[in-house]
C-alpha cells in the first residue's frame, strides 16, 4: 500500500514538473511541423527541421516512458493514453505526433472558465480549432505529394477540414491515400462528436430558461 501511494505521489510530482514543459515541446513541434509541410520541404532542402522534430520525439518517448513507470495502474493508464504510444513507436508517421496536442486540450479544459456549460462551450470551441489546425495539416503532408491528389494546398486543406468536421461534406475537396483516408475517417467521429457536445449545450441552456421562465411566471 505504501509503495503505491509512494507511486503515485512520484507520478504527480513528474507530472506538475512536466505538464506545462510538454505543452511547450508540442506547440514547438506543430510550429516546425507545419513549416515543413506547408513549404513542402525535404531534408535534401533543409535538416534542421527535422532533427528538432526528432529530438521533440524522443522528448514524446521519455516521457512516456517514465509516466508509464511511475503511474501506480499501469495498465489503467496504458489504455487511456494509447495516443501516446501511438507517437511513440510509430516515428515515421509525422502526423501522429499531432496527437501529442490532446495534452494540451486536457491541460486548457482544466482553467477554462469555473461554470461548467462554461467551460464545456471553450473547451469545445478549442478543441474545434485545434482539430481543424492540425488536420489541415495532417491531411496536406499526406496528400501534396500523391499523383492524383486534390489537397494540394494549406488553402485547400483548410477548407476540406472545416467541411468535414461539420460534417458537410462539399465533395471538391477528398484524400486519395490511404492515410489521407483514415484522417478523413477520425476527423468525420470527432465532428460528430462536437456536434453532438454542442447540441446537449444548447439544449441544456434551453432547458434552463425555460425553467427560469415558468418560474417567474408562477411567482
Given amino acids: 500500500m505504501r509503495s503505491l501511494w509512494n507511486n503515485r505521489a512520484a507520478y504527480e510530482r513528474w507530472t506538475r514538473a512536466t ?5 511547450g515541446v508540442a506547440l514547438v513541434f506543430v510550429g ?3 513549416y515543413v509541410v506547408i513549404g513542402n520541404l525535404r531534408e535534401s532542402h533543409v535538416d534542421w527541421p527535422f532533427w528538432l522534430m526528432n529530438a521533440v520525439w524522443v522528448l514524446f518517448a521519455i516521457d512516456y516512458i517514465v509516466s508509464l513507470i511511475l503511474v501506480p495502474h499501469t495498465r489503467r493508464w496504458f489504455f487511456t493514453h494509447i495516443h501516446e504510444l501511438a507517437i511513440v513507436i510509430l516515428p515515421v508517421l509525422r502526423p501522429l505526433r499531432l496527437l501529442r496536442l490532446v495534452t494540451v486540450i486536457s491541460v486548457f479544459s482544466r ?4 461554470a461548467l456549460r462554461e467551460k464545456v462551450t471553450i473547451s469545445t470551441a478549442f478543441v474545434a480549432g485545434v482539430l481543424v489546425f492540425t488536420a489541415s495539416l495532417a491531411i496536406l503532408d499526406a496528400e501534396q505529394n500523391d ?4 489537397i494540394t494546398s494549406y488553402g485547400d486543406a483548410l477548407w476540406w477540414s472545416v467541411v468535414t468536421i461539420t460534417t458537410v461534406g462539399y465533395g471538391d475537396y477528398y484524400p486519395v491515400t490511404g492515410f489521407g483516408r483514415a484522417i478523413a475517417v477520425g476527423l468525420m467521429l ?3 462528436g462536437l456536434l453532438g457536445t454542442v447540441t446537449a449545450t444548447l439544449a441544456t441552456w434551453f432547458v434552463e430558461k425555460i425553467e427560469v421562465t415558468a418560474e417567474e411566471k408562477r411567482r
Fill in 32 to 34: 516546425v511541423y507545419g
Fill in 111 to 114: 482553467y477554462a472558465g469555473a
Fill in 147 to 150: 499523383p492524383g491528389a486534390n
Fill in 190 to 192: 470527432c465532428g460528430l
Fill in 19 to 23: 505538464e506545462w514543459p510538454m505543452v
